[in-house]
Each structure stands twice: as C-alpha cells, then as structure tokens.
C-alpha cells in the first residue's frame, strides 16, 4: 500500500502559467481533500471532495479548481499561477467525511512545494 | 468553528524529559485527533480520543480530554531526538488546524 501519493514533489512555475498537482490514495476512500501550508499560518483547506462525483470549496478556494477523477485520485489545479500561491500543498483522504462534531482520520501524502516566481 | 488551537506555540526540552502541549476547541465534539508533522512531510495520525473518554495512551504518548473546558493536552514522555516535530490537534469535522506546537528535543 503506497497509502496517498503526490505528484510532483517540487514545482516551479512563472507567474500566469498554469498547471495541475496529482493526487491518488489507494485505501478505497471516500474523502479527500487539499490543503495548503504557509510558514506559520497552519493548515488552510482549499477543496474537498466528500464522495466521488462531488467537490465543495474549502477556507480558500481562490485561484484554484478541482476534479475528482474517479474514487481514486483527486487533482488541483492552478489556472494562472500567482507568487500568493506559493506554498506547499498537502493531498489527503479519509474513510468518509464523518459529521460536523467527529473527526475521521485523515492519511497526508508527502506534499508538493511549489514556488511561483 | 470546532478549530483547535495548540498551545504553546514553541517548546524546547532536553531528551529524557517529558513534552507537555494542550489543544483547547470551541464547541461539543464527538471525539479528538492529535497529529504529527515532521519538517517538511505530510501529516501523521497519532491518536484519537472520544468524547467519553478521559486519557488514552498509546506507547509512550498520553492524551487527556476535559470536555467541561473544552481541552485536551498530549504528553510525550521520556523524549527522544526523533521526537521533533510540529503537533497539531484535530476537532470537528477537522477541516482546521492550527499553527500547532513546535517541539524540539535536544539531545
């Protein structure tokens, strides 16, 4: 089990170009989720996909879209890159989305940095 | 918001000794997560407590839960090197977490 993958590790890209961060998770799950870090600023939710078929915005969805390919796999995509957007980008899943008041175990993969020049 | 909040924000003790950080949340939760991350990884699921329950353990991590003051706190103890890392609590529907608390063991 290679559990959530990303792809890439590292990126690059000038401003105004655009590209997509993959994501796949081979624990059957039904959730997954995007996430992006900044020094000091914690964890912000971009997009999440409760099941396969469905995708809500998160805390800071500006600038990004995303697809939920099949239950598998989860990508991210910049359309037009903005130094704003450089951070380091996290993939996760979990069972299920779980209700407002319990937590389900969400499984990280191992990031993607991204720098916008 | 069921945000957790991690508190200190920075901690440095000397191996042998014991970590102690504590998380505090808004509203009623059904159960609680701690979550370590280690620089430059992703995030690695610790432990998870529920609401019915006190303390839990788990090898050398203890979490305790006071839901009368909307808290939790995690103690690692007899720290070791490998122990640095950022830990964060998770609450709710876990959408959130915060800034979490930089621990340093120094060998």
């Known amino acids: 089990n290679a559990g959530v993958t990303q792809t890439p590790k590292f990126q690059v890209l000038k401003t105004g170009q655009s590209m997509t961060l993959q994501c796949a998770q081979d624990m059957n799950h039904n959730s997954m989720y995007w996430y992006r870090q900044d020094p000091g600023m914690g964890l912000r939710l971009i997009y999440y996909s409760a099941s396969e078929g469905t995708t809500d915005k998160g805390e800071v969805p500006n600038g990004y879209n995303v697809s939920r390919l099949n239950k598998r796999e989860f990508s991210l995509r910049l359309e037009s890159a903005a130094p704003s957007q450089t951070s380091v980008y996290f993939c996760?899943?979990?069972?299920?989305?779980?209700?407002?008041?319990?937590?389900?175990?969400?499984?990280f993969g191992p990031g993607t940095r991204l720098t916008v020049l | 918001s069921q945000q957790g909040e991690e508190d200190p924000q920075a901690l440095s003790i000397q191996e042998g000794e014991n970590a102690t950080m504590n998380c505090s949340y808004k509203t009623s939760i059904n159960n609680l997560q701690w979550y370590r991350q280690n620089s430059g990884r992703g995030l690695v699921h610790l432990i998870l407590i529920r609401s019915n329950e006190r303390e839990k353990h788990s090898g050398r991590l203890r979490v305790t839960l006071d839901t009368s003051k909307k808290s939790s706190s995690l103690l690692i103890t007899a720290s070791r090197a490998a122990d640095t890392a950022s830990y964060f609590c998770a609450t709710g529907n876990q959408f959130y977490f915060g800034t979490g608390t930089s621990l340093t063991v120094i060998p």
């Open positions: 996760a899943s979990s069972e299920s989305l779980a209700g407002a008041s319990t937590t389900d175990t969400q499984y």
